[in-house]
């Protein structure tokens, strides 16, 4: 099974590799990506799952051969990026994004414009935060079907973790919509932002 994550920023290639091993059945998974960096990554991942990995140049790219059987339990694939000397994507481990509304500013349309803005820029960026917390109106975002949403989904996609104010959810009626992220409280909230180097969006 080969698996093209050239292109892609961290964790994505260690993401599609977890998921080509989980589907492959034991079968051999090529791992193709762009930079050194990304094949350690995923060379990372392979060793901790059990399996064995080789890693090889062709012209502009890096394989990541994967072979044996995984174990149970695949680990996290975030916690295996980091920042090489040819990379510069990378997730900010310990970084939280705080947002409070669905709107930047207090002008509503170009707010939201701003809003959707931001979260685009931010799905596509090299540079990502380990988690984003929406709070207030920033948890009607989430629901399929919003502007935003997309976005959102892309970065969880991409291994943010997007955390929903529970309460927030339950004052405008989302609680059962479909929706991006997980549903959180406030004392877990509370202790990620303690936890957490904390930037407002807004």
């Given at each position: 099974m080969i698996v093209d994550a050239r292109g892609k920023s961290c964790p994505m290639p260690v993401v599609m590799a977890k998921k080509?091993?989980?589907?492959?059945?034991?079968?051999?998974?090529?791992?193709?990506?762009?930079?050194?960096?990304a094949a350690d990554n995923?060379?990372?991942?392979?060793?901790?799952?059990g399996m064995s990995a080789e890693i090889s140049r062709s012209e502009g790219y890096f394989e990541v051969r994967l072979s044996g059987a995984a174990k149970s339990g695949l680990p996290?694939?975030?916690t295996f990026c980091e920042v090489g000397a040819e990379s510069s994507g990378a997730m900010r481990k310990g970084r939280a994004l705080l947002v409070t509304s669905d709107r930047i500013g207090v002008d509503e349309e170009l707010g939201g414009v701003l809003m959707r803005a931001m979260l685009n820029a931010l799905a596509e960026?090299?540079?990502?935060?380990?988690?984003i917390i929406l709070m207030n109106a920033a948890v009607k975002m989430t629901v399929a079907g919003e502007e935003a949403a997309d976005a959102l989904k892309t970065l969880e996609d991409r291994g943010v973790e997007v955390m929903a104010c529970g309460t927030c959810l339950k004052y405008y009626g989302l609680m059962e919509s479909e929706r991006s992220g997980r549903v959180s409280n406030a004392y877990e909230i509370l202790n990620t932002l303690l936890e957490s180097n904390v930037s407002p969006l807004i």
């Open positions: 080509a091993v989980e589907t492959a059945g034991g079968q051999e998974v090529v791992v193709l990506v762009d930079e050194r960096s995923v060379s990372r991942f392979a060793l901790s799952a996290s694939a975030e960026n090299d540079i990502l935060p380990e988690k």
